[in-house]
């Protein structure tokens, strides 16, 4: 009889705690865009902030390279950093990746295969694409947003790590009018004998003065040499840029490997390029 009495009890309490009603959650928009630029079809994953119509006149945005990694924490950083004042409003686009289309677009030149791995030979066929990424990120997502919602971006940020950090850089070198803030995590810089490293060692201005912001970082161990190659550029950047104090700032993560640098070079990054906007 005890056992019958605890057997009802028991189904009874389940039934309450798991018969609520659940619905999604949902944490932003998805939008499919058939790109000229890239003469594909691309998804972009699209959040607005809170209270969007009021704010909208101060709006800013942040794009994430291999935005399906990231764009879970970067949207719930934002909502917080909103609140606490650290962050403008901002609409947080997420460009989601495959292994193909980071080695496709995120490469500013076309490399042939220095791996040694002949099953990497059709990924570097495909490499060079930059230019057309970067007038799909400009005009369709960027431009096209803007006519959207009716209101132009305040400040432009965008997110990128590894590949990723390498399009970035891509970006404030190659493209440099379509951001004014940049997050670089971990970033591939020994792209086609480390030409931007070279660029700015060599041949980038003394005594420049840079408007816009960038943030780079490393992670710890470092067999690839990722930390050196950041931190060379690093050296170039603040010895040439009357006023990198300001505008360029290194962070290398002791506890984070190159894999795992991103999530804290994304809220580091944030706290900088928005410091006193």
């Known amino acids: 009889m005890k056992k019958t009495i605890i057997l009802f009890l028991t189904t009874f309490i389940f039934s309450i705690n798991y018969s609520q009603e659940t619905s ?55 909502n917080l950093y909103q609140w606490e004042e650290k962050m403008p409003p901002t609409i947080i686009v ?14 500013p030149t076309n490399s042939k295969n220095f791996t040694g791995r002949k099953d990497n030979d059709e990924l570097f066929k495909s490499t060079g694409n930059f230019s057309k990424f970067a007038d799909f ?9 803007e006519t959207r919602y009716s209101l132009k971006f305040k400040n432009k940020t965008i997110f990128g790590h590894s590949l990723g950090g390498l399009a970035v850089i891509s970006f404030y070198n190659i493209r ?12 591939s810089l020994l792209w086609n ?5 070279k660029y700015y060692k060599n041949d980038y201005s003394l005594n420049s003065i840079e408007k816009r912001k960038i943030f780079l970082s490393s992670g710890n161990p470092d067999s690839n040499g990722y930390k050196q190659n950041v931190e060379d550029l690093v050296g170039s950047l603040t010895s040439k840029i009357i006023n990198s104090e300001q505008t360029v700032k290194y962070m290398h993560y002791i506890t984070e490997d190159h894999g795992s640098s991103g999530i804290r070079s994304l809220i580091d990054g944030l706290e900088f390029v928005y410091k006193g906007k």
């Open 193 to 197: 004998d480390f030409m931007f490293n």
């Open 24 to 78: 999604s959650l949902n944490f932003g928009d998805k939008m499919n865009i058939n790109s000229r630029y890239l003469g594909e079809e691309s998804e972009i994953w699209v959040k607005l902030p809170e209270d969007f119509e009021k704010l909208k006149d101060n709006c800013s945005i942040l794009v994430l390279l291999d935005g399906d990694e990231y764009f879970g924490i970067a949207t719930n950083v934002q």
């Open 176 to 187: 440099p009018e379509i951001f004014e803030s940049y997050i670089c995590a971990s970033p």
């Open 137 to 145: 990120v400009e005009n369709d997502i960027i431009k096209s947003l």
């Open 94 to 107: 997420a460009i989601p990746s495959t292994v193909e289309s980071r080695w496709k677009f995120y490469t």
